[in-house]
């Protein structure tokens, strides 16, 4: 049997480095709960989709748990087959206006989804939230914390970025509010914002669209790197034949 040569091992290193970068972009793309769209208009109802692909540490999700920002009175979560929703309920020290002018004594101050069945670590899947952002939120950046619960462990994302912008370890998901729509309507005729929806649909294909571009540009650089590793191992056997 002909013994592996330090220029097929290097090869096979390279063309194993190349690989699993190719394979990490992915996986690296998604490491977080992150919530879309990521922009909206203030004084307009806007439909939040929460979504994660990973456990804690590998263990399988059991639920999620949203803080919803203190500026926002109005929350209507979605129902979701195979999930128990609870709202948890919040008093305010004094009451405040709603979404439709009205005065309100409370708010959900977080909704907590429970899977019937725990999600394996690995596999996605999302919910969504409608909340009313107010016109005085306009310009801000509203984070809302997630707690993600395991059948072991948890994970709390619910830090926000460095003063240098910097990314931390686990990021709250967020949102920008713009400024209120200039036509003045906050929803449409069935209660919620046609164009909110629009525009989450549009940022939410940007957004998997510029993870797809980012996994492929690593991915290549990752096959580019086996290539590499490729010539150089059949430049080392030719060298030793000459």
Known sequence: ????????????????????????APVAAHAHVVVTPGEAAAASYTVLEFASGHGCDESPTTSFTVDIPEQILSVTPNLKEGWTIEKVIEQLDEPAEGAHGTQVTERVAQVVYTAATPIPDGYRDSFEVQVFLPEEVAGER?????????????????????ADGAEPEHPAPAIVVGEAASDGHGHGDDGHDDSAETASATSTAASDASVDVLARVVGIAGLAVGVVGVVIALAARRGRKA
Request: net charge negative; glycine share 8%; hydrophobic share 45%.
């Open 1 to 24: 049997m002909r013994p592996i040569t330090r220029s097929a091992t290097l090869a096979a290193s390279a063309l194993g480095a190349g690989a699993l970068l190719a394979l990490a």
């Open 142 to 162: 509203l984070e809302f914390p997630v707690l993600q619960s395991c059948v072991e462990g948890e994970t709390n994302w619910n830090e926000s970025p460095g």
